[in-house]
């Protein structure tokens, strides 16, 4: 599943794309037909992102407050596909990469890079506008603007909002690192939020409505970063570890969104070109610091990695 810091690459390109555009907008595969008429005809004129969802504004003109929102989570599965003429500035594809990679988001990072499928051939003779090729696979939604299309496939939701069903969504969220907006306060807020009950920290940290955006990788590194091990109950860690460590996420996650590679590691601690994680898929091998062996335990279904000797702990 792509971590925020590429759903804020992907507001960033749904906006480089199509801001200020007219769009036409349909369900290729029809189960969104009802949905895609409401924002058919309308212009895109806001892309955000909160943790891992990403919010499309579109007005009745350019210039306006968003009257209503197309608010996507990809999910696992989940991928926008961009395609362009030589004026479209729309990325190959954000979200899960053609061949899944369990949750490495290597082949995504390779695909945020790739080139925009080019074909002047495909811009209408008269009109000049940009004329798509014909959807491939299962388009829950496509975004047609002046130079470019981008198709939407196997989202977990997808749907038109109002602004107040916006804000809605963003209350059950907690504080996003990435964003300028939360500052302080949302610092404060994260702290609060890990240290009002026994849940675990590792848990926490994976918890949308505790901290938004940070999904397994960072949720390992970030732990190891700050020597906390993930079984550690969350009322029972520091409120100075824990504003550290969002500190630290929102340095992490803000380079990882500007530039589209997850990197955690300190160069200093780097051995060998094969060294891009602390623990992550480490399991078994020896801790870069301490030669100590990490180890990986499931935590709320989900697989966590941490090493026994820099992150001493519970259990
Ligand atoms: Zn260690």
Partial sequence: MPEGHSLHRLARAQRRSFQGQRLDVTSPQGRFAAGAALLDGSVLTASEAWGKHLFLGFAPGAGRRPERW????????????????AQFAGPHAIGAP????????SAVVAADSGVVDSDLETNDAESGRYVPP??????????????????LTGPTRCEVLDPAGKLRVID??????????????????????????RTPVGTALMDQSVLAGVGNIYRA???????LNPWTPGQLVPAETLRALWADAVVLMRK???TGQLTTMDPAHRR???????????????????????????MAGRRVYWCPSCQPGPA
């Fill in 70 to 85: 197309l608010h996507v989570h990809l999910g696992l599965y989940g991928a926008w596909t961009f395609a362009g003429d």
């Fill in 134 to 151: 014909p959807p491939r696979g299962q388009v829950r939604v496509r975004l047609v603007g002046d130079h470019g299309v981008a198709d």
């Fill in 221 to 227: 590194e970030l732990l190891f970063r700050h020597g």
């Fill in 256 to 258: 990882g969104a500007s």
């Fill in 172 to 197: 059950g969220l907690g504080p996003d690192p990435i964003r300028p907006d939360p500052g302080d306060r949302g610092r404060e807020v994260f702290v609060e939020n890990v240290r009002r009950s």
């Fill in 272 to 298: 060998t070109r094969e060294d891009t994680r602390y623990t992550y898929h480490r399991d078994g091998r020896g801790c870069l610091l301490c030669e100590t062996p990490i180890v990986v335990g499931e």
């Fill in 98 to 105: 053609r061949v899944r990679l369990g949750e490495s988001e």
